[in-house]
RNA sequence: GCCGGGAUGGCGGAAUUGGUAGACGCGCACGACUCAAAAUCGUGUAUCGCAAGGUGUGAGGGUUCGAUUCCCUCUCCCGGCACCA
């Protein structure tokens, strides 16, 4: 018997199987075990990879292992679609480029070459025809035209927006790209900046972003922290009128008469009459226009330095100063509680964000912690209004409310009901080179105006200066000819928007390319995206939760409503996978030296065992951390070598003696159910324990029937892709083993002829009996009785308990 | 602080969803082969006990004939958010 040669085989079949294409996916294919029927389609999503240049073990276990659902669910008769592309626009080539003076284009696409050959080498049945990647103008020419649908929707606008901004590197950093209050490029501190930046209204589907997560099949971790993330908060909008005193600079400010007034937010409308003092936010609105009439406030020099003090907080010093509160109080002026009628004081505090409900908050220190600790250190009244049953008290006519009959009295009378998000709209432009152009041009007199459809791709330039101008301007500013243009409204001068995308917006819609990937008349016709669309399964990484999957639905959502597509959501069942760490269970990272390199494992035990042992380690379908554990890939792999010495042991069918036939059938037929149910449920750690059993009974039997071991082969195939194959035409076949169908089993052969039956006194374990599987109750429990009997001599027997083929169980008096 | 998820041998993990806890693999021990080692194969492996028999799924309590599984209280670990009113 030859040896099993890893190496020769991986790459023989992965060449023959490249050559007769036998992974491209038909966008429909007629099922030729039902006259006219179709095959149902399924659409195995995977989060597509960043082409950072290599590919490290998570990939693997991105990858390869959902591979073994994609191959198990095509042998079962569905046409499966299992597509790989490139997240290729990205901070790493910039910076790559700025510090090693290579263009960032070159080193994508040399990244992209290498890992393709790496992503090759797993085995996996990835449809490379339909490969997508983002920074090719043939996609992100359709990147900016959905953008230029919602732009046309009046979901895109630019405003002036506070941005986290590093003064070294002189650029806008998202918020994933903060780490601790810094700059995770360089690690100075990032500040926060007005800047001029486009937003997409992603607040307007808070309601729906939340209240459709109801019907996905997801995990409810996931949608418990998609609820969280946006933070809807149900409560009310409440009125302070503002008195100014003797002076009454304004008593009446507004332009239509209304008294001036503070609305301030509140969850707790019901604890109006605990409402002591109001507090403002250092950059409410009414603050900057008051302080810019200096008469209104008496100690106007003191608040404005206040003001400003905060203002040149850097985001690091405002998070490490949580607890102790700060502020000031506004002279010259008082609110009063419509409530009570009472005069309350006005103070500017930064406890309270201008960027959550109104800015301004009513507080009330007996029931909230943070206005009890600044009540406490500024001396401020504290006033109980709910009692510790629950009940509200010193509330005048509302006594005795319960809280929630509180909340709705109270809101009714004075105020009104209102509900916010701690959900923020989706900042989009970077001023980075690497990037989707953002097609708009402004024109001095048509204002912000959309690239013609005409006119797309907007390309990025070349250019071989990378850097950012120092005012927070892109390096696509410095490309004159870039920038310089005519309008297409009025035809005069007008200049390009040079700021990018955020990458979060190529990785929005790229499963929707995948569906109708050559298109060059649409980003995807809507015949094809009918046969994909929505995705019956998305894995991915857990850390993608609040960011790529908030942000899909979103935009999913938004192109609905254009009548792009024809669902409301992308995704219909979604999967978080866990991670591996290194041996030492820390996780891998070079400076700890526990990195494991996928390319070295595979070149000595092969991408057959890398693949099983990763499926191995743990269910897949949970957010786990799984430790790398050398000795365990070599059990892998010893499993793998003794199903190859196992051919030894088969024999023709007809040879096989009938004790040991039923013996491997029963177990065969059990293993058929178990792997196909487990596969399905991302369980394939315990569709290779079964595996494995089955292995240890024809060990032992010393013996196997062709037609069994062919059958063992179908079961191995999308685990071992490899070597099934290689075993499959040892046996003398010569068709693909991955174009078998998967076995069935038959349900008789699943129950063993006898069993071991469990026997308790009391529901303690006394004991247990061999006994025929189809005995009648009576004589399993006469058997029970008759092996116990010495145990039970003296007690009353008051019940007996027998579950078929598990235990019996006698209760004593 | 808030939200979510966990806790089972030396390790990764199983357990038909209330019915023999520890499948499968790793590790370890002993044995076979070998001059020897590696590899391979065989046997054993929760724990106390020579045994009969106890005990045991983070801790404590409860429901039940029977609890890893259901209920209550607590401890610890991991992840996310965090002055969100």
């Given at each position: 018997?030859?040896?099993?040669?890893?190496?020769?085989?991986?790459?023989?079949?992965?060449?023959?199987?490249?050559?007769?294409?036998?992974?491209?996916?038909?966008?429909?294919?007629?099922?030729?075990?039902?006259?006219?029927?179709?095959?149902?389609?399924?659409?195995?999503?995977?989060?597509?990879?960043?082409?950072?240049?290599?590919?490290?073990?998570?990939?693997?276990?991105?990858?390869?292992?959902?591979?073994?659902?994609?191959?198990?669910?095509?042998?079962?008769?569905?046409?499966?679609?299992?597509?790989?592309?490139?997240?290729?626009?990205?901070?790493?080539?910039?910076?790559?480029?700025?510090?090693?003076?290579?263009?960032?284009?070159?080193?994508?696409?040399?990244?992209?070459?290498?890992?393709?050959?790496?992503?090759?080498?797993?085995?996996?049945?990835?449809?490379?025809?339909?490969?997508?990647?983002?920074?090719?103008?043939?996609?992100?020419?359709?990147?900016?035209?959905?953008?230029?649908?919602?732009?046309?929707?009046?979901?895109?606008?630019?405003?002036?927006?506070?941005?986290?901004?590093?003064?070294?590197?002189?650029?806008?950093?998202?918020?994933?790209?903060?780490?601790?209050?810094?700059?995770?490029?360089?690690?100075?501190?990032?500040?926060?900046?007005?800047?001029?930046?486009?937003?997409?209204?992603?607040?307007?589907?808070?309601?729906?972003?939340?209240?459709?997560?109801?019907?996905?099949?997801?995990?409810?971790?996931?949608?418990?922290?998609?609820?969280?993330?946006?933070?809807?908060?149900?409560?009310?909008?409440?009125?302070?009128?503002?008195?100014?005193?003797?002076?009454?600079?304004?008593?009446?400010?507004?332009?239509?008469?209304?008294?001036?007034?503070?609305?301030?937010?509140?969850?707790?409308?019901?604890?109006?009459?605990?409402?002591?003092?109001?507090?403002?936010?250092?950059?409410?609105?009414?603050?900057?226009?008051?302080?810019?009439?200096?008469?209104?406030?008496?100690?106007?020099?003191?608040?404005?330095?206040?003001?400003?003090?905060?203002?040149?907080?850097?985001?690091?010093?405002?998070?490490?100063?949580?607890?102790?509160?700060?502020?000031?109080?506004?002279?010259?002026?008082?609110?009063?509680?419509?409530?009570?009628?009472?005069?309350?004081?006005?103070?500017?505090?930064?406890?309270?964000?201008?960027?959550?409900?109104?800015?301004?908050?009513?507080?009330?220190?007996?029931?909230?912690?943070?206005d009890r600790a600044f009540a406490e250190k500024f001396g401020l009244p504290?006033?109980?209004?709910?009692?510790?049953?629950?009940?509200?008290?010193?509330?005048?006519?509302?006594?005795?409310?319960?809280?929630?009959?509180?909340?709705?009295?109270?809101?009714?009378?004075?105020?009104?009901?209102?509900?916010?998000?701690?959900?923020?709209?989706?900042?989009?432009?970077?001023?980075?080179?690497?990037?989707?152009?953002?097609?708009?041009?402004?024109?001095?007199?048509?204002?912000?105006?959309?690239?013609?459809?005409?006119?797309?791709?907007?390309?990025?330039?070349?250019?071989?200066?990378?850097?950012?101008?120092?005012?927070?301007?892109?390096?696509?500013?410095?490309?004159?000819?870039?920038?310089?243009?005519?309008?297409?409204?009025?035809?005069?001068?007008?200049?390009?928007?040079?700021?990018?995308?955020?990458?979060?917006?190529?990785?929005?819609?790229?499963?929707?390319?995948?569906?109708?990937?050559?298109?060059?008349?649409?980003?995807?016709?809507?015949?094809?995206?009918?046969?994909?669309?929505?995705?019956?399964?998305?894995?991915?990484?857990?850390?993608?939760?609040?960011?790529?999957?908030?942000?899909?639905?979103?935009?999913?959502?938004?192109?609905?409503?254009?009548?792009?597509?024809?669902?409301?959501?992308?995704?219909?069942?979604?999967?978080?996978?866990?991670?591996?760490?290194?041996?030492?269970?820390?996780?891998?990272?070079?400076?700890?030296?526990n990195v494991i390199d996928p390319d070295d494992v595979v070149r000595r035990?092969?991408?057959?065992?890398?693949?099983?042992?990763?499926?191995?380690?743990?269910?897949?379908?949970?957010?786990?951390?799984?430790?790398?554990?050398?000795?365990?890939?070599?059990?892998?792999?010893?499993?793998?070598?003794?199903?190859?010495?196992?051919?030894?042991?088969?024999?023709?069918?007809?040879?096989?003696?009938?004790?040991?036939?039923?013996?491997?059938?029963?177990?065969?037929?059990?293993?058929?159910?178990?792997?196909?149910?487990?596969?399905?449920?991302?369980?394939?750690?315990?569709?290779?324990?079964?595996?494995?059993?089955?292995?240890?009974?024809?060990?032992?039997?010393?013996?196997?029937?062709?037609?069994?071991?062919?059958?063992?082969?179908?079961?191995?195939?999308?685990?071992?892709?490899?070597?099934?194959?290689?075993?499959?035409?040892?046996?003398?076949?010569?068709?693909?083993?991955?174009?078998?169908?998967?076995?069935?089993?038959?349900?008789?052969?699943?129950?063993?002829?006898?069993?071991?039956?469990?026997?308790?006194?009391?529901?303690?374990?006394?004991?247990?009996?061999?006994?025929?599987?189809?005995?009648?109750?009576?004589?399993?429990?006469?058997?029970?009785?008759?092996?116990?009997?010495?145990?039970?001599?003296?007690?009353?027997?008051?019940?007996?308990?027998?579950?078929?083929?598990?235990?019996?169980?006698?209760?004593?008096?």
């Amino acid at each position: 018997m030859k040896t099993y040669d890893h190496t020769k085989i991986e790459k023989k079949w992965q060449e023959a199987w490249s050559k007769s294409k036998i992974y491209e996916t038909k966008d429909s294919v007629s099922d030729t075990s039902s006259a006219a029927a179709k095959k149902e389609n399924f659409y195995l999503l995977v989060e597509f990879p960043y082409p950072s240049g290599n590919l490290h073990v998570g990939h693997w276990y991105s990858f390869a292992v959902p591979d073994i659902l994609a191959r198990t669910l095509k042998m079962e008769g569905k046409n499966v679609l299992y597509p790989i592309g490139f997240d290729a626009f990205g901070l790493p080539a910039e910076n790559a480029a700025i510090k090693n003076k290579v263009n960032p284009r070159e080193w994508t696409e040399s990244n992209m070459a290498y890992m393709r050959e790496q992503l090759r080498s797993m085995g996996a049945s990835f449809d490379w025809s339909r490969e997508v990647v983002t920074c090719h103008p043939d996609y992100y020419r359709w990147t900016q035209w959905l953008f230029l649908q919602l732009f046309k929707a009046n979901l895109a606008y630019r405003k002036e927006t506070m941005v986290n901004w590093c003064p070294n590197d002189k650029t806008v950093l998202a918020n994933e790209q903060v780490v601790d209050g810094k700059c995770e490029r360089c690690g100075h501190e990032v500040v926060q900046k007005e800047m001029l930046q486009w937003n997409i209204k992603i607040t307007e589907y808070a309601d729906r972003l939340v209240d459709d997560l109801e019907k996905l099949d997801w995990p409810e971790p996931i949608k418990e922290s998609q609820r969280n993330w946006i933070g809807k908060s149900e409560g009310a909008e409440i009125d302070f009128s503002l008195d100014f005193g003797e002076e009454k600079v304004n008593a009446r400010t507004d332009a239509d008469g209304k008294r001036a007034h503070i609305t301030v937010f509140t969850t707790r409308p019901d604890t109006l009459f605990g409402a002591t003092y109001l507090v403002l936010a250092p950059e409410h609105p009414w603050v900057t226009l008051t302080l810019q009439h200096k008469a209104i406030l008496k100690n106007n020099e003191e608040v404005a330095v206040y003001v400003e003090q905060t203002s040149k907080k850097t985001e690091l010093e405002r998070q490490q100063e949580t607890k102790e509160k700060t502020g000031v109080k506004l002279e010259g002026v008082v609110a009063v509680n419509p409530a009570t009628g009472e005069k309350i004081p006005l103070y500017v505090a930064d406890y309270v964000l201008a960027g959550y409900g109104t800015g301004a908050i009513m507080a009330v220190p007996a029931h909230d912690e943070r206005d009890r600790a600044f009540a406490e250190k500024f001396g401020l009244p504290i006033r109980e209004v709910v009692s510790d049953d629950r009940k509200l008290m010193h509330s005048g006519e509302y006594d005795d409310l319960s809280i929630e009959e509180g909340k709705k009295k109270i809101t009714e009378v004075f105020g009104r009901r209102k509900t916010t998000y701690k959900l923020r709209d989706w900042i989009v432009s970077r001023q980075r080179y690497w990037g989707v152009p953002i097609p708009i041009i402004h024109c001095p007199s048509c204002g912000s105006v959309a690239v013609p459809d005409n006119q797309l791709p907007v390309l990025l330039p070349e250019t071989d200066d990378y850097l950012p101008d120092g005012k927070g301007k892109s390096p696509l500013a410095k490309v004159e000819s870039f920038v310089q243009v005519k309008c297409p409204q009025c035809g005069g001068d007008a200049q390009r928007e040079t700021d990018t995308f955020d990458t979060f917006i190529d990785s929005s819609w790229y499963f929707l390319r995948y569906a109708d990937p050559k298109n060059e008349k649409e980003f995807a016709a809507k015949d094809r995206q009918a046969l994909w669309m929505p995705i019956d399964l998305y894995s991915g990484g857990a850390e993608h939760t609040t960011m790529h999957l908030l942000y899909s639905r979103f935009w999913h959502k938004a192109l609905f409503d254009q009548g792009l597509v024809a669902d409301s959501e992308p995704y219909l069942r979604r999967m978080n996978r866990g991670i591996i760490l290194g041996p030492d269970g820390q996780k891998m990272s070079k400076s700890k030296g526990n990195v494991i390199d996928p390319d070295d494992v595979v070149r000595r035990l092969g991408a057959d065992t890398v693949r099983m042992y990763l499926a191995f380690i743990g269910p897949y379908n949970e957010v786990a951390s799984y430790p790398w554990n050398p000795d365990g890939v070599v059990g892998v792999r010893r499993f793998l070598e003794r199903l190859w010495r196992a051919q030894e042991l088969v024999v023709e069918s007809d040879k096989l003696d009938d004790k040991s036939y039923s013996i491997i059938d029963r177990e065969l037929h059990r293993t058929i159910k178990k792997v196909g149910e487990d596969a399905k449920q991302l369980k394939f750690n315990t569709a290779i324990s079964q595996m494995m059993i089955f292995l240890n009974t024809i060990e032992k039997e010393k013996q196997i029937g062709k037609a069994q071991w062919e059958t063992l082969l179908k079961l191995l195939a999308p685990f071992a892709p490899h070597m099934a194959e290689e075993l499959w035409h040892e046996s003398g076949r010569e068709t693909s083993i991955h174009a078998e169908s998967w076995p069935s089993f038959d349900p008789k052969l699943l129950v063993s002829e006898e069993g071991v039956i469990a026997i308790q006194i009391d529901g303690k374990m006394r004991g247990e009996i061999t006994i025929a599987s189809d005995s009648p109750k009576d004589a399993v429990e006469a058997a029970a009785r008759e092996k116990v009997a010495a145990r039970l001599e003296g007690k009353t027997i008051t019940r007996t308990i027998v579950v078929p083929n598990r235990l019996v169980n006698f209760v004593t008096a």
